[in-house]
């Protein structure tokens, strides 16, 4: 493994199954076989006698898109310090190769950056890909990914996929040259999950540290720990066992799910800006009028339970009467519930951001605005819940949002 991790990333520009011929009549060049279909047998052939009742396996795309799990340190000892997205897609399957007992993998490179750099355009072009995907026989998608952000693009794609099949986002907090890197373990249960039937119908999950994660609930806590992704009450969805995913319950959505349709969107429109004010003793309150000038909605990570200074709420209600201007008030807490109104220091003029954190309600409010929504149809979107949500018949009319 360690001869294949220092290898230079070769970042790929086609999409291959390891079992399929290349397309004549394809424009792209030749595919390239994956040796993973079964070690020391022609590329395109899959031993029988490996398969579990001789059945082929799934197939399933891996998308990379970089971060620490595609990174390289100097010395096998550095957790810190290191290069991010070094690797590429290709590079981290080849280390695994356990992977072609699991499925027959399909790689293509989206990206390869550190998670900080990753952008709106991203995040639709890799919906976009993911969309296609899923519309053909791939059984599920595997996303390869940097775990500072990993949260809100997994978050993203839960709110802008509209499949059964499982989609699943894989990190690591340690280089793929350290010792005891986490990476491979990962993948390999990231896969396993993906190629799971039992892992249909559930939406969008994350696979760290042996567990099955929802794309809402879940946050990362720590900088360094290889513990580091926490689900609050809500918790996790499930875990592994030999790389097994093992669930907790049946396959479900959240009841004030929303879908957003960005397959014909333009990645480099990006998304409308929004910020995110980080509510705290003595706030300035020129940072909202700077926001407000140069976004089209704002968020508040506000303090306990929505709360913000006196002074500065007084300038946030004065915006939004004078513009119509979206501002959505959330929490800096790791959990809990957030109205919109009988928040301190905030007159009832803000939308509550209910039981998403900030940089969550930030994404949905970034697409609520790219589709078009004003301000009452935002405030139904983030403030109707469960059964309200249903009888209100929002669902069904965020199925047919199209961002465009």
């Keep these: 493994m360690a001869s294949t991790l220092q290898k230079p990333p070769r970042l790929l520009h086609k999409l291959s199954f390891a079992s399929e011929p290349p397309s004549r009549s394809s424009p792209r060049p030749p595919a390239r076989y994956s040796p993973l279909a079964a070690p020391g047998l022609p590329p395109n052939h899959v031993a029988e006698d490996q398969l579990p009742g001789f059945a082929m396996p799934p197939k399933i795309t891996v ?58 355009a991203d995040l639709v072009r890799i919906a976009q890909t993911i969309d296609k995907e899923l519309k053909g026989d791939t059984q599920g998608v595997v996303i390869t990914h940097g775990t500072d952000t990993l949260e809100e693009s997994a978050f993203f794609l839960e709110l802008t996929i509209n499949s059964d099949k499982p989609v699943v986002l894989v990190g690591a907090m340690r280089p793929a040259t350290a010792y005891s890197a986490d990476g491979p373990m990962n993948l390999l249960c990231a896969v396993n999950l993906a190629a799971s039937q039992s892992a249909r119908k559930r939406g969008v999950m994350m696979v760290l540290n042996d567990r099955i994660c929802s794309a809402r609930f879940t946050t990362k806590t720590n900088a360094n720990s290889l513990d580091s992704f926490m689900a609050a009450e809500q918790g996790y969805l499930g875990m592994f066992f030999n790389t097994e995913p093992i669930f907790y319950y049946p396959p479900c959505r959240p009841l004030n799910r929303s879908y957003f349709n960005v397959a014909d969107r333009n990645p480099s429109d ?78 009832d003029c803000c939308i509550g951001g209910g039981l998403l954190d900030a940089t969550r309600c930030r994404i949905q409010l970034q697409l609520a605005l790219a589709s078009g929504l004003d301000r009452n149809a935002i405030r139904d979107l983030f403030e109707s819940h469960g059964a309200e949500r249903a009888a209100a018949g929002l669902e069904a009319k965020m199925r047919r949002t199209s961002v465009l």
Excluded at 107 to 112: E, F, M, P, T
Excluded at 326 to 331: L, W
Aim: aromatic content about 6%; hydrophobic content about 40%; some cysteine.
């Design 270 to 347: 990006g998304l409308p800006q929004v910020d995110i004010l980080y509510g705290h003793l003595d706030m300035n309150p020129a940072l909202l009028k700077t926001s407000a000038e140069t976004s089209q909605g704002v968020v508040l990570a506000a303090m306990g339970g929505g709360c913000w200074a006196t002074g500065a709420g007084r300038r946030v209600a004065e915006l939004v009467r004078a513009r119509d201007y979206p501002v959505v008030v959330s929490r800096r807490m790791a959990s809990g519930f957030v109205g919109g109104t009988s928040n301190y220091g905030l007159e």
């Design 63 to 120: 998308l990379g898109t970089g971060g620490t799990i595609a990174g390289s340190g100097t010395y096998a000892a550095q957790t810190a310090g290191y290069k991010s997205a070094v690797l590429s897609v290709d590079g981290l399957i080849e280390a695994v190769p356990e992977l072609g007992k699991v499925a027959r993998l399909r790689s293509q490179q989206i990206a390869n950056v550190g998670s900080p750099d990753m952008t709106a």
